[in-house]
């Protein structure tokens, strides 16, 4: 078929160039003279423009060239006087060359350079960085002088950058004067610098009116080549240029010149004999023309003619094509006859008989029972009203197959006026099945879908909830105070932070199983004893919050924590065991709308901190003053962490005197923080917060090398200190990293002792502490027990750790002097340290009267302000080494 087509298509081609050549003769024709006229008037239109740039150019080359050699001309008078003038000063160099700059000229300045150094120039001002410039050391001017004075003949560079700034044209001549024997003696060079600017200027280079773009580049005589361009576009030596010669000296450019706009630009005049070419052409072409285009015409309508006819028969095809891969079956009834025609697809579609004709009643008799009477009713309807006929239908076939038809048909009246109507029918079987499947897999994915976003919900709640007590957790408690801030009409709600005591000691003896027990028990009493409202989550191991979003006075608030307390403390019984845990709650609320609800949680987590250091199971409240504490034990801990990488905590030295000479027999090393603001602080202002940052055996650490440092210097200085004690705190006495210093020291033995608070309570730590305190005292270091008569330490423990000293702690001593009860105890002390072999010393010896009991009463040691306060390293050593306390002292207690 599409072959047939082609072929019909052909004919218009082929039959046109018979009627058309004789035009296409003359149009070449026409063509081939304008073209050849274009060309030759192009042509010379180029020659003229050639012309007119080579005239400019000339006029710009001849006064460059004249310049040039004028400001040479110039050089070379002055040269000539210098030659007679060998001994010549700046005054007389400086006359020459006014005369000379009073002609016309571009020069910028002339310089004389004796024995290759710039002695003399003109004029002086702004070119001061010439003088002294030695031409031999100046690498860009060293040749063109060298060469200068060798060939005894002028030489010209540039255009170069200037010393004094700018670009110029250099002229350098040699100058040499009579020796008397009849020879010369090269003097030195005489240079002149040429504006190159204004030599552009001068040429007319920059003026506005140019038509001519120009380059100019140095000509290379030895390998006659041109260097890359000085001035212009690079571009234009590779545009035929029009070239020529600038020649000055030895040295010689090459001046080329394109005109502005290209050597392909066409003249109004250009323009205007192409237009009366065109016409004369187009005058020749179309009554040619015409003449072919109506032959051509009426051979086009006889071609039409055949084509349609070939269309329509090819129409005809596709048109059955098309049924027959659609399988379509064609189907016409003639309604006043009754006659009804299937083509064969529509047999074979019904699974009839192809060689029987079909009538109406086949039709009717092949619908499905339960389709028959919709199908009949809809067809009827059809040819009453003249509407088309649209159904969908079943039908059974003889073999009894169930089809699905889907019916068009249309009404219509023949040449006859004979009314029929006419359709098609085709199978959709395979269309319903699939959208059956479809509407099963539409239900199959909704119910999935469900499925899916009941398991997201699930997840969302497992994201926002905590797994064991089914609360939520922190991050639904984050999004529960964001909305409360996003809310309009923001309210003042009260954050609760809950952590309960004693926890952790139910985790560690009964196990994590009575822990989650707690934990859930812990869940339930908060709900039932908080409003609805309220919310309550779970946001740590043992920690819950409370958030009441709605105001609330003081009363309600406290009587809520209250309830929650004693609600919390009520016990459960797990495994046998009756377990109970107390809470600890701290409570903030938002006075100001402004302040963030997440804010709150940080207060009350704040004030919940407090409630525990004041003694647990209580509530406190957050306030400004809470804050305060809060902040300035931040700072005082960035303080101390500050400090320790900076050495800022110190030793300060209190002596220890023989209860009889008052020698110094011993110094106690008393830890002080050097505060970069506050000055020299106690273990009152820093130690609290060094314990609960950890960083308590650093400062220990700190003050043991420093006061071995000290002891150096008194042995040095003759000061007969037998030992220093330094204090020791429960953290570092398990620390390893003590024992692998005390390794690295050399101690004589008795040189150190370490003091131990009674507070440690030994009896508790056992074997542990025995044994770290042998392994200090295998170091050669002794044990005293600090502060003794106010902590936990038994005889026994004093048996086993065997100490070299015990201190008897202020405590005791200061009201011996009225009190005898308190003397006979501290004479009861010295006896059990008697009878153990242990020293005692006494501190807080306030008087010397205190001294004078205390030695009485057998202590062999004393140390308090009566005697000597604590005092840094300088004045302690001064203290020691003047001995002015023996005489006054001694007298005291005697």
């Given at each position: 078929m599409t072959g047939k087509i082609r072929k019909t298509s052909w004919v218009s081609p082929r039959v046109a160039p018979q009627y058309y050549f004789p035009a296409l003769i003359v149009v070449i024709a026409v063509a081939i003279s304008i073209i050849y006229a274009d060309n030759q008037k192009r042509r010379l239109n180029q020659e003229n423009l050639r012309t007119s740039v080579a005239e400019q150019l000339g006029v710009i080359r001849a006064k460059l060239e004249g310049d040039i050699n004028a400001n040479i001309q110039l050089m070379q008078g002055l040269a000539a006087v210098m030659e007679t003038e060998p001994e010549i000063d700046q005054n007389r160099f400086s006359s020459l060359a006014y005369r000379i700059f009073a002609t016309p000229h571009q020069l910028r300045n002339v310089v004389a350079a004796p024995d290759l150094v710039a002695r003399l120039i003109y004029p002086i001002s702004g070119n001061e960085k010439v003088i002294g410039l030695d031409y031999r050391r100046n690498d860009a001017q060293r040749k063109a002088a060298y060469q200068a004075r060798d060939t005894g003949r002028y030489v010209v560079t540039g255009p170069v950058d200037l010393v004094q700034g700018g670009k110029g044209l250099i002229v350098r001549y040699p100058i040499s004067y009579g020796n008397g024997q009849g020879g010369y003696t090269f003097w030195g060079l005489l240079s002149a610098v040429i504006d190159i600017d204004k030599l552009y200027t001068a040429a007319g280079l920059e003026k506005p009116g140019l038509d001519i773009n120009v380059a100019i580049a140095a000509r290379n005589e030895e390998s006659t080549t041109t260097d890359s361009p000085f001035f212009g576009d690079p571009a234009v030596f590779n545009d035929a240029p029009v070239m020529m010669t600038i020649g000055f000296g030895t040295e010689s450019w090459q001046i080329a010149a394109v005109p502005k706009g290209g050597w392909n630009q066409s003249s109004a005049e250009l323009w205007f004999f192409r237009a009366i070419m065109m016409f004369v052409g187009v005058m020749i072409i179309s009554p040619v023309l015409w003449v072919a285009r109506l032959l051509?015409?009426?051979?086009?309508?006889?071609?039409?003619?055949?084509?349609?006819?070939?269309?329509?028969?090819?129409?005809?095809?596709?048109?059955?094509?098309?049924?027959?891969?659609?399988?379509?079956?064609?189907?016409?009834?003639?309604?006043?006859?009754?006659?009804?025609?299937?083509?064969?697809?529509?047999?074979?579609?019904?699974?009839?008989?192809?060689?029987?004709?079909?009538?109406?009643?086949?039709?009717?008799?092949?619908?499905?029972?339960?389709?028959?009477?919709?199908?009949?009713?809809?067809?009827?309807?059809?040819?009453?009203?003249?509407?088309?006929?649209?159904?969908?239908?079943?039908?059974?076939?003889?073999?009894?197959?169930?089809?699905?038809?889907?019916?068009?048909?249309?009404?219509?009246?023949?040449?006859?006026?004979?009314?029929?109507?006419?359709?098609?029918?085709?199978n959709v079987t395979a269309d319903v099945r699939l959208q059956h499947a479809l509407r099963a897999a539409k239900l199959q994915a909704e119910l999935q879908n469900q499925q899916l976003e009941q398991a997201r919900k699930r997840m969302e709640h497992a994201s926002l909830h905590d797994a064991l007590t089914n609360l939520p957790n922190r991050r639904y408690l984050d999004q529960?105070?964001?909305?409360?801030?996003?809310?309009?009409?923001?309210?003042?709600?009260?954050?609760?932070?809950?952590?309960?005591?004693?926890?952790?000691?139910?985790?560690?003896?009964?196990?994590?199983?009575?822990?989650?027990?707690?934990?859930?028990?812990?869940?339930?009493?908060?709900?039932?004893?908080?409003?609805?409202?309220?919310?309550?989550?779970?946001?740590?191991?043992?920690?819950?919050?409370?958030?009441?979003?709605?105001?609330?006075?003081?009363?309600?608030?406290?009587?809520?924590?209250?309830?929650?307390?004693?609600?919390?403390?009520?016990?459960?019984?797990?495994?046998?065991?009756?377990?109970?845990?107390?809470?600890?709650?701290?409570?903030?609320?938002?006075?100001?709308?402004?302040?963030?609800?997440?804010?709150?949680?940080?207060?009350?987590?704040?004030?919940?901190?407090?409630?525990?250091?004041?003694?647990?199971?209580?509530?406190?409240?957050?306030?400004?003053?809470?804050?305060?504490?809060?902040?300035?034990?931040?700072?005082?801990?960035d303080a101390i962490l500050r400090s320790l990488e900076q050495n800022g905590f110190i030793p300060y030295f209190q002596p220890q005197f023989d209860a009889h000479t008052l020698e110094i027999t011993g110094v106690e090393a008393l830890a002080r923080w050097d505060h970069p603001q506050q000055g020299i602080l106690g273990p009152a202002a820093f130690l609290k917060i060094a314990e609960n940052l950890n960083v308590v055996s650093q400062i220990d650490a700190a003050i043991l090398d420093q006061?071995?440092?000290?002891?150096?210097?008194?042995?040095?200085?003759?000061?007969?200190?037998?030992?220093?004690?330094?204090?020791?705190?429960?953290?570092?006495?398990?620390?390893?990293?003590?024992?692998?210093?005390?390794?690295?020291?050399?101690?004589?033995?008795?040189?150190?002792?370490?003091?131990?608070?009674?507070?440690?309570?030994?009896?508790?730590?056992?074997?542990?502490?025995?044994?770290?305190?042998?392994?200090?005292?295998?170091?050669?270091?002794?044990?005293?027990?600090?502060?003794?008569?106010?902590?936990?330490?038994?005889?026994?423990?004093?048996?086993?750790?065997?100490?070299?000293?015990?201190?008897?702690?202020?405590?005791?001593?200061?009201?011996?002097?009225?009190?005898?009860?308190?003397?006979?105890?501290?004479?009861?002390?010295?006896?059990?340290?008697?009878?153990?072999?242990?020293?005692?010393?006494?501190?807080?010896?306030?008087?010397?009267?205190?001294?004078?009991?205390?030695?009485?009463l057998g202590c062999q040691t004393l140390q308090g302000y009566a005697l000597a306060r604590p005092m840094d390293a300088t004045s302690f050593l001064d203290f020691a080494r003047g001995r002015h306390w023996l005489a006054d002292k001694a007298a005291e207690a005697i």
């Open positions: 051509r015409e009426r051979q086009a309508n006889i071609a039409a003619l055949r084509q349609r006819e070939e269309e329509l028969r090819a129409l005809s095809h596709r048109l059955e094509i098309a049924l027959e891969a659609s399988r379509i079956g064609v189907w016409e009834l003639d309604v006043s006859s009754g006659e009804l025609h299937w083509d064969a697809r529509m047999k074979q579609l019904y699974g009839c008989d192809p060689g029987r004709s079909a009538t109406y009643h086949t039709w009717c008799n092949a619908l499905h029972p339960d389709d028959r009477e919709a199908a009949e009713r809809a067809f009827t309807t059809a040819l009453e009203t003249g509407k088309d006929f649209v159904n969908e239908f079943r039908i059974l076939t003889p073999s009894g197959e169930e089809r699905h038809v889907r019916c068009y048909g249309t009404t219509y009246r023949d040449s006859r006026f004979r009314k029929k109507i006419v359709g098609v029918n085709w529960f105070l964001a909305e409360i801030d996003s809310a309009e009409g923001q309210a003042n709600p009260v954050v609760l932070h809950i952590d309960l005591d004693r926890f952790k000691d139910i985790n560690d003896t009964l196990g994590h199983g009575a822990g989650d027990a707690i934990l859930r028990h812990v869940a339930s009493k908060l709900h039932e004893n908080i409003r609805s409202l309220d919310f309550v989550a779970r946001i740590g191991g043992d920690e819950f919050v409370v958030v009441c979003p709605d105001s609330m006075n003081d009363k309600d608030y406290t009587d809520l924590a209250r309830r929650l307390i004693d609600a919390l403390n009520t016990p459960i019984t797990y495994d046998g065991h009756e377990c109970r845990v107390g809470a600890s709650i701290g409570v903030a609320t938002r006075l100001d709308p402004s302040i963030p609800a997440e804010q709150l949680l940080i207060n009350a987590d704040i004030a919940l901190y407090e409630a525990k250091r004041l003694g647990r199971n209580r509530v406190e409240r957050y306030t400004d003053t809470l804050k305060s504490l809060t902040i300035n034990t931040k700072m005082t801990a006061a071995l440092l000290q002891l150096t210097r008194w042995r040095a200085a003759d000061l007969n200190i037998r030992k220093v004690s330094v204090n020791i705190s429960a953290q570092r006495l398990f620390d390893e990293a003590l024992i692998q210093r005390l390794d690295t020291l050399d101690l004589a033995p008795g040189s150190l002792s370490f003091e131990l608070l009674e507070s440690i309570s030994f009896d508790d730590k056992g074997a542990s502490v025995t044994e770290s305190i042998e392994r200090i005292k295998a170091h050669g270091i002794d044990i005293e027990i600090d502060d003794f008569g106010t902590g936990y330490a038994s005889i026994l423990s004093l048996l086993k750790l065997s100490p070299r000293r015990l201190k008897i702690d202020r405590q005791l001593t200061a009201p011996i002097i009225s009190s005898a009860a308190q003397r006979r105890l501290i004479s009861s002390i010295v006896d059990i340290g008697r009878s153990l072999g242990i020293e005692i010393v006494a501190e807080g010896v306030e008087t010397m009267q205190h001294a004078a009991i205390l030695r009485d």
